[in-house]
């Protein structure tokens, strides 16, 4: 089998015998990836729309601003430079583990350099970003929930996140990507709920907890390639495929990803492979319904999914084949190839107060399935409504109310049972968490952004046991606030 270095030095090269005519002359760059592509949650990404365009740069978003022209000369050169600070605080206000206060916060950094523009070049873009990740986990210490309460609780490091080329073809309509790709960024992405804290709302159990190491998803990125192709102005369609254990490491390990590979400079190539698939229809719901004249309720429907090579632990049976709840269990579970996940995701906006009016509500939908057998989880689901302008006087602050949930697999329970049934564990009932997000993001400046939240918790850790056990309560209430500063 063809290693993956030999796979991207082809890659590459094949890059760079290609006519001409076929690498965009007259388009701009591979598709620039969007300023908060280095925040994992907490950041509403732009209302979807036909047309793809990303904002101009506004150095008035900025702290720094121009940097007495600085950035203006950065630009000219083909060279983007985006730096974000977040600062997070959440603090136990009743259930859980233990209560108290927490910190956490991450400083990214992400520069991209147009090959048009540096060296004329036409439709390349490089692109690499860090994160230096600080602060203690309150899910872990205080909390005890399976969901973190923000994406920004991931352990501590100090790593490259992305080193990648991107290069378009046919006037854009193809771009090809490859390198350490991150693929949360991309794939499975509700553009509605990426705006609220709990990492449920990002990159989800189904995949965090099926995949090794949680998969190619903040902060941890994969030797791979993705490809994204817009046959027609509506429809997007993307394929990735990349290493799948991004760390190297077992599927249970009692070191976290973080730990594992805390410089971010592995550049895994041991397991499997990862294979990602999505296609995209934006469409805009008002004309569809009552015409061109009505106020645009633009929306994005997505429908994908993936399938790893690797090699994945029965939930229920030893290497034996025996119970992995028997006394008589070796403890090691029997490995299977192969494991799969489907998803559909639906980001709508569903009013408008008038033509051009930045005052909406926007509903999102996300649902995920997985294998029942060598998955934890197999059903997931993510709700939740935004509301824009909502508080007059003040256009940039947005609120929101969210829910989510994840189902175990069938697998999963029975092991639960055999457990109780053979009496190898104190009795318990795994029950589906359930967590409820309200949040409200005000622009207190166009570069700082400050975001009070509210979590609680519904059968917190997704078990069931008796009052006298270390497990967390029931029920959970967390509040917090976040704290985002763009230089």
């Known amino acids: 089998m063809l290693s993956w ?23 701009s760059a591979a598709s620039l990836p969007l300023a ?15 047309d793809f365009s990303i904002p101009p740069e506004d ?3 900025e702290l720094l601003g121009n940097m007495h022209g600085l950035r203006t000369w950065l630009t000219r050169q083909g060279v983007r430079i985006t730096l974000q600070d977040v600062e997070e605080v959440w603090g136990l206000a009743s259930g859980g583990l233990q209560p108290g206060a927490t910190y956490d916060g991450m400083t990214a950094i992400a520069a991209s350099l147009n090959t048009q523009q540096a060296f004329g070049w036409p439709g390349g873009l490089f692109n690499v970003s860090a ?25 501590r490091s100090t790593r490259l996140f992305e080193l990648w080329y991107g290069q378009s073809f046919f006037n854009n309509h193809l771009d090809i990507r490859g390198g350490s790709i991150d693929l949360d960024t991309e794939f499975l992405v509700s553009q509605n709920a990426s705006f609220f804290l709990n990492s449920s709302f990002g990159w989800p159990l189904s995949t965090s907890s099926n995949l090794y190491s949680g998969g190619p998803s903040w902060p941890l990125s994969a030797v791979g390639v993705r490809a994204k192709w817009t046959p027609a102005a509506p ?36 397991g499997g492979t990862l294979v990602m698939g999505e296609a995209q229809l934006y469409l805009d719901l008002a004309k569809r319904l009552a015409g061109n004249d009505a106020p645009a309720l633009p929306g ?39 494991n799969w996940m489907a998803y559909a995701v639906l980001d709508q906006m569903i009013w408008r ?13 996300r649902a995920s399935a997985a294998n029942q ?16 302008e909502l508080i007059p006087g003040r256009p940039d602050d947005t609120i929101g109310i969210a829910w989510g949930t994840s189902l175990y697999s069938k697998s999963a329970l029975k092991n639960a049972r055999d457990s109780v049934r053979l009496g190898t564990k104190a009795p318990y009932v795994l029950k589906p968490e359930h967590h409820i997000e309200l949040t409200y993001q005000a622009a207190v400046t166009p570069y700082l952004i400050v975001q009070p939240d509210f979590q609680y918790f519904f059968n917190t850790g997704g078990t069931v046991a008796p009052a006298n056990t270390t497990l967390p309560h029931r029920t959970s209430a967390v509040l917090g606030v976040n704290m985002t500063t763009t230089f």
Not at 8 to 22: D, N, Q, R, V
Not at 245 to 269: K, L, M
């Open 353 to 365: 107060k008038e033509k051009n009016s930045g005052k909406t509500i926007n509903f999102f939908f």
């Open 300 to 338: 994005t429907w997505k429908i994908g999914g993936l399938y790893d090579s690797g090699r994945f632990p029965s939930q229920r049976y030893d290497n034996q084949g025996t119970l992995l709840a028997s006394p008589d269990s070796t403890g090691t579970a029997r490995y299977h190839p192969g």
């Open 5 to 27: 270095s030999f796979r991207l030095a082809f890659f590459t090269a094949c890059l760079g015998s290609l006519p001409a005519w076929l690498l965009s002359p007259c388009a």
């Open 59 to 61: 150095y008035s978003t």
């Open 131 to 155: 994160l230096q990740i600080r602060g203690r986990s309150f899910t872990a210490e205080r909390l005890g929930a399976l969901n973190t309460v923000s994406g920004y609780d991931a352990g």
């Open 36 to 50: 908060t592509d280095i925040l994992p949650s907490g950041v509403p990404l732009p209302s979807p729309a036909p």
């Open 235 to 270: 429809l997007v369609l993307m394929g990735a495929i990349t290493n799948d254990n991004p760390t190297r490491g077992p599927f249970y390990s009692s070191v976290s990803a973080t730990e594992r590979d805390p410089s971010g400079t592995f550049f895994s190539t041991h």
């Open 373 to 388: 057998k060598r998955s934890y989880f197999s059903l997931e689901l993510q709700s939740g409504l935004t509301f824009d």
